[in-house]
């Protein structure tokens, strides 16, 4: 009887001892699964980039399909020598639609009057969620054209057009973002003052001894008349004695 009494015992501890075993394997293993099921959603979060929004991160760049939807954007704009511009600015790429006519994405650029349409203007292109009208070589690929004349000193309007759809979503949306680009006038170049002749510096040293000459010469001058003048009253006064003397032994 006591022997069986300890033969139960010794089960019930094993028993307990594998029980024991058992959960703590188990609780590794689904401690394990916890964490390897948290890093995995953790590295999902971190893949997910939607910070290609601005074009200097824009190029050949786009966002991830679970981002947001975001309106296309003027960034900024290059004015050329010519005074016409290159505009660049960004758009959600991989949210915008197919046009069914172009079979490219559904983007249009207006600008002073003009739309350029991605897929029919070449002056309208794209590089990931970036795109560029490029006008600079306008005058000579479209001479006579009268559809787009830049003047210089003006401000001209623009109009970016877009169409999206969400990532799971039926519904489109339509963007249209207006901007405004300035031309600035032509700076000419500067034109040198005109610098008149030096005048030669004359000191008053140099000035006193000229006007002391002047007037030395002047003196000298007068007593030269003053003695021109006593020589011929002299010469006059002897012939005029000689005269009467001549006259008076006449008989």
Known sequence: MMR?????????????????????VFNSKAALATTSADSTFSQLIREIDCSHTVYSRAVGQVNDVECDVFAPKYDHSVIKDNGYPVI??????????????TGVH???????????????DPELTVNGNAWVLDLSNWPNTHPGDTTLVIERGKTYLGEITSSTRAYGSALQINHAVPFTIT????????????????????????????????????????????????????????LLIRNRRGGSHEP
Do not use: C
């Not at 030395?216 to 010469?235: C, E, K, Q, R, S």
């Open 183 to 238: 031309i600035p006038p032509r700076i000419l170049p500067s034109t040198p003052p005109v610098i008149p002749p030096a005048v030669p510096d004359v000191s008053a040293a140099a000035t006193g001894i000229k006007s002391g000459k002047d007037l030395a010469n002047t003196g000298a001058n007068m007593w030269f008349m003053v003695i021109a003048a006593l020589g011929m009253i002299i010469i006059a006064f002897i």
């Open 88 to 101: 660049y600015g960004v758009y959600d790429a991989v949210h915008t639609v197919i046009d069914p006519v």
């Open 106 to 120: 559904k983007l249009a650029i207006e600008f002073a009057g003009r739309v350029f349409v991605l897929g029919v």
């Open 4 to 24: 069986m009494k300890n033969i139960m015992r010794t089960g019930a501890v094993v028993v307990v001892f594998l029980t024991a075993i058992i959960g703590v």
